[in-house]
């Protein structure tokens, strides 16, 4: 497989990722390269983020999640592996598996969830990444299917990205499936 030409990477505050839920993170990932040639897929998990807050509770779900980039686009699949209280189980056991959240990056992390709060109400989800950047999860907006993560974009964070999406673009169709 050739790399694929570079594409201008997503405007900060922009869509830059869409998320789905799954009941097998590897099957559904190895599908979609099937399928649509995308990939690899990065994976962290199973795993529970220590430290993370579900409607400011303790999150204690267990998750593994894929991610991989076509184009400017990331695409991340989430499978929970328990049945704990979660973004995640409280979507597929009201509509089943599927489109789950679309996130957004951000220089002014502290603005824009506040913004978001105004919306949408108080975040429901709340953590630090590895990279040291914070993320949140809100309900959408009235009408609005799926929710919204938002992502701090930090120098770690953003250096992150990049890399996935250089993995990406040169992937010569081998090993699809790469943990971290």
Excluded: K
């Amino acid at each position: 497989m050739a790399p694929r030409p570079p594409l201008p990477i997503q405007p900060v505050g922009s869509v830059f990722q869409v998320a789905y839920t799954c009941a097998d993170a590897r099957e559904t990932a190895l599908a979609w390269t099937a399928s649509l040639g995308i990939g690899p897929w990065t994976v962290r998990g199973p795993f529970t983020a220590p430290g993370a807050l579900y409607r400011g509770e303790p999150y204690r779900a267990e998750l593994t999640v894929a991610r991989t980039f076509d184009g400017a686009l990331m695409i991340e699949l989430i499978q929970q592996h328990d049945e704990e209280p979660s973004i995640f189980r409280d979507r597929t056991t009201a509509e089943g598996y599927g489109f789950h959240h679309v996130a957004v990056a951000t220089n002014d992390f502290d603005t824009r969830a506040r913004s978001l709060s105004e919306a949408s109400g108080q975040a429901v989800f709340e953590d630090v990444l590895p990279t040291g950047a914070r993320v949140a999860f809100f309900d959408g907006a009235p009408g609005q299917p799926g929710m919204v993560e938002l992502v701090e974009l930090t120098s770690a964070q953003s250096a992150s990205y990049d890399s996935l999406r250089e993995l990406c673009r040169t992937w010569d169709g081998t090993d699809p499936w790469r943990r971290l």
